[in-house]
């Protein structure tokens, strides 16, 4: 096998020793070097997003073979790739535009296009097809009668009418791209699990103004399998299950649990997986579709196969890198050969592709090429208990060649809030960690990967315990002389921006400065903006951010308590202000009106604007230039030496 150095542009960095100075902050700003990497079924070719130069291409590479694809991504932002067979790859793009004009607000689309490989085209099939060219759900690919098709959550348009505002099931032609509706849809909802010759299986309706969820057996809707009222998480089709005829359906006990396998004749519910299994991936058949195992992430990822023979296999190809974080991506249909990502305290981020029968790992590129192995802070979990007993964990970044004692810090609540971080890379985290910072990142209550009580307890906490339980872990961190308190500044993004808000508002006297990416600011002007969207307040996103933040509606004053826009006189330290122009998730107006409130008061805080950014700083441009502006901004008010 030729090492793929000499081929790719993007390979070409292997990290060295160490620098005397760390890589400028922007480094960590880049889009990784390597992104989406997947195997072909018959594990002979592999496609990826890669850097060409300075542009971001797809690339298709025949394995030891020639470049069957190199196509520009410019400006779109690819979220996966999908084999299709050996020779269809779907790409799924987003983009943020508005739905009928000028009269609806901007969301983000999701858009399809299909690499041929055969005839090496580029289509964009729902361009001109009678179609809303959004994509509203991929349910997965069939091989019928010796041809490939995509079944696609749908919106026909007809001509100078309305969309009806669902969307259909469509199986798709990969050759033709020939549409034939499979299902109807409606305006309660719904979500669909495709059986092996394209049949629906199982059917999902969700009632919005109700809460309720419905799972059914087949399309017709004449069996019911499970009915729950949840106004926080309902239940939901996760696919095929392990056993023939059955489907994996979640929530049927509870929020936070392992998904069940539901036998679609009988009904009956069991489950296969552990208990306590959280953070955690399913694994299923490129032939069959179904759940053949699963992969752990966490502290030490691991794979499990329900197979013992292919288990074994697996836990050979990945026992070379015992002493790395490593992490199943992809694999061939008979698991020879494998793509695996690594990452550690002397790695930013590697991937391998690991042939079986040659028992070869060889190096195919890396997530930051300029961030070599004497750049990488340290990382572990860190355990510690909140004011009231409640055991917590995060995860703390150390400076690269620093001792850990006394040093400054950034806490960097998560988003969400129903995430959780992982020892893992964390671009952000790290290039805080280059400029001499420990970096602490608190899995605090209403955090997944814990349990469904773990996440409950999150619940109406949103200003009060969950925050006091950040504080809490900066005040174990200092009392173990990890950190010096009183050089602290507070970070984050989205729920992570509202915690850095409220960290010198609803909360005091704890940082020297706080920097807010498309924060919340303004509870009651958030929750009225998710009623306005969805047209009507009994919408699934309403009941769940009322029960996340603990609330009768837009309407309650007790949100005024929590809002550190309505807070803004007692602000003590500093504020920094970024958001994105085309953000579809948190409205620009938290941000403004947040901005305009501080100034009321004469408190210091400036604003940085992204224009043709969205809410997850999916481009380059828009990364670099807040890593940049926070980092100047923290060193100002918090200077590391």
């Known amino acids: 096998m030729r090492c793929w150095a000499r081929v790719f542009v993007v390979v070409l960095f292997i990290a060295g020793p160490a620098i005397a100075a760390p890589p400028p902050v922007e480094a960590y700003g880049h889009l990784p070097g390597i992104e989406s990497i997947a195997l072909s ?39 996966s790739l999908a084999w299709v067979g050996n020779d269809h790859l779907l790409i799924f793009s987003t983009e943020t535009a508005t739905a009928s004009g000028d009269q609806s607000e901007k969301g983000e689309y999701a858009t399809l296009v299909v690499a041929n490989l055969k005839t090496r085209q580029l289509t964009a099939p729902l361009n001109d097809a009678g179609f809303f060219p959004g994509v509203e759900g991929y349910y997965g690919a069939r091989e019928i009668g010796a041809r490939w098709y995509a079944f696609l959550g749908l919106q026909r348009i007809a001509r100078n009418e309305p969309r009806q505002g669902y969307s259909d099931l469509y199986r798709l032609g990969l050759d033709g791209f020939e549409a034939l509706r499979v299902a109807k849809g409606s305006q309660l909802g719904r ?3 495709i059986g092996d010759t394209g049949e629906v299986v199982a059917e999902e309706e969700y009632e919005s103004e109700t809460g309720k969820t419905t799972v059914y057996a087949g399309a017709d809707r004449a069996k019911r399998l499970a009915s729950i009222r949840s106004d926080s998480d309902g239940l939901g089709l996760e696919g095929l299950g392990r056993a023939p005829g059955t489907v994996l359906v979640s929530g049927l006990h509870g929020e936070g649990l392992n998904p069940q396998e539901v036998d679609v004749a009988t009904g009956a519910a069991g489950g296969f997986l552990p208990p306590a299994l959280h953070g955690s991936e399913l694994l299923r058949s490129n032939q069959t579709h179904r759940v053949i195992g699963y992969q752990v992430f966490g502290e030490h990822p691991h794979v499990v196969m329900f197979d013992p023979v292919l288990n074994a296999k697996l836990q050979r190809a990945v026992k070379p890198f015992s002493d790395a974080r490593a992490v199943l991506l992809s694999a061939s249909d008979d698991y020879d050969r494998l793509i695996i990502h690594t990452e ?25 090429p300029p961030v070599g192995s004497a750049d990488v802070g340290s990382r572990r979990m860190v355990p510690y208990l909140a004011a009231d007993g409640t055991p917590l964990e995060g995860v703390l970044t150390l400076p690269p060649g620093k001792t850990a004692k006394d040093l400054p810090v950034i806490v960097l609540p998560h988003g969400g809030p129903r995430a959780h971080d992982q020892v893992a890379f964390d671009w952000w985290a790290e290039a805080f960690a280059s400029r001499g910072y420990a970096v602490f990142q608190p899995n605090f209550r209403g955090s997944t990967g814990y349990g469904p009580e ?14 006091t339980d950040i504080t809490d872990g900066l005040m174990a961190l200092a009392a173990r002389g990890v950190v010096d308190p009183k050089r602290a500044c507070i970070v984050g993004a989205s729920y992570g921006g509202y915690a850095a808000l409220a960290g010198v508002t609803v909360q005091t006297g704890f940082y020297r400065c706080a920097v807010s990416v498309a924060g919340v600011s303004d509870l009651n002007a958030m929750l009225e903006w998710v009623s306005s969207r969805a047209g009507f307040q009994q919408n699934a996103a309403s009941r ?3 029960v996340a933040m603990g609330a009768t509606g837009p309407n309650d004053s007790a949100l005024r308590e929590i809002s550190p826009a309505h807070l803004a006189a007692r ?71």
């Open 571 to 641: 602000a003590d330290a500093p504020v920094l202000l970024i958001f994105g122009k085309d953000d579809t998730v948190v409205p620009n107006d938290q941000s403004t009106s947040m901005a305009r409130a501080l100034r009321t008061f004469g408190k210091p805080v400036e604003v940085m604007v992204m224009d043709h950014e969205d809410h997850w700083l999916s481009r380059e441009a828009s990364r670099t230039q807040m890593l940049k502006t926070a980092d100047a901004f923290v060193r100002k008010y918090n200077p590391p030496d």
């Open 191 to 193: 979500t669909w699990v």
């Open 344 to 368: 550690g305290d002397i790695d930013s981020g590697s991937y391998y592709l690991v042939d079986m029968k040659s028992r070869r790992a060889d190096p195919l590129g890396y997530d930051y």
């Open 544 to 546: 769940y951010w009322n």
């Open 41 to 79: 079924p018959e594990g002979d070719r592999v496609a990826f997003i890669g850097v060409s130069g300075d542009a971001r291409r797809i690339f298709v590479r025949q394995i030891d073979g020639p470049m069957l694809m190199a196509a520009p991504v410019g400006e779109a932002k690819v979220r």
């Open 454 to 467: 773990m996440l409950k307890a999150g619940y109406g906490q949103w200003g009060r315990k969950m925050q």
